[in-house]
């Protein structure tokens, strides 16, 4: 069975930039959620999409955005990108219920120069 | 808000030992547990998890892990550790509310085994 997928694997954009990060969770998962790790640091949430709702945000601001399509993939955006946005970016979804474990994706490494 | 703590930043250890990873969290209502791991260049992994029942978890590859509600500890333990466990690992928690299941990590401790 195919895991989660992203793409791209990795990105190089400038400061400034938008760039747009995308999921494609496992068949029959409904819940999509997104997190940035920093090098060093454990990964931190960012959003949580389940049935194209956004259902959780963390603590980033605005210039991120994510919305969640009819066949549950994903999209994440980040504007006027700045050096500090440069990690790894995770995908994981999840079958929703009150006890369910989220499957990660590679990632995408997005580097800011 | 929850929180979750990891003692260990890195650790290294020769294969045969014991190995015993901390992991404490913060948050008043009841949890879900996890321990992912991320061996180098791969996606993250789970290990184990706890969400009820017996607060000793068997998890994959001989790793098991103990959830002592009074200490807020879910600490993973391995009792003969291998060159292939080195990698990083995560704990991590979330509130068993359906539709939002937002994970809380640790930090991460990386463990490096020496043949």
């Known amino acids: 069975d195919a895991g989660v997928t992203q793409s791209p694997t990795h990105l190089i954009k400038t400061r400034g930039q938008h760039v747009t990060l995308r999921c494609s969770p496992i068949s029959g998962h409904k819940s999509v959620s997104w997190y940035q790790q920093v090098l060093g640091q454990g990964p931190q949430f960012i959003f949580q999409?389940?049935?194209?709702?956004?259902?959780g945000r963390g603590n980033f601001p605005d210039r991120f955005s994510a919305r969640q399509f009819p066949n549950y993939s994903s999209e994440l955006n980040v504007n006027a990108l700045l050096l500090g946005d440069s990690a790894l970016y995770l995908c994981?979804?999840?079958?929703?219920?009150?006890?369910?474990?989220?499957?990660f994706g590679q990632g995408t490494r997005l580097t800011v120069v | 808000a929850q929180s979750v703590s990891q003692h260990n930043h890195h650790v290294i250890l020769s294969e045969a030992a014991s190995l015993e990873l901390g992991c404490n969290y913060s948050?008043?209502?009841?949890?879900?547990l996890f321990w992912y791991v991320q061996y180098p260049g791969q996606h993250l992994q789970l290990l184990l998890k706890y969400f009820s029942g017996d607060p000793l978890v068997k998890g994959i590859k001989g790793f098991e892990a103990e959830f002592i509600k009074s200490k807020f500890s879910f600490n993973l333990r391995k009792p003969s550790v291998q060159w292939s466990d080195t990698a990083e690992y995560f704990c991590a928690v979330n509130a068993p509310n359906f539709g939002n299941e937002k994970l809380t990590f640790g930090t991460g401790t990386r463990l490096t085994i020496i043949p």
């Open positions: 948050y008043g209502g009841t949890v879900n």
């Open positions: 994981a979804s999840s079958y929703p219920g009150r006890n369910t474990e989220a499957f």
């Open positions: 999409y389940y049935e194209k709702e956004e259902r």
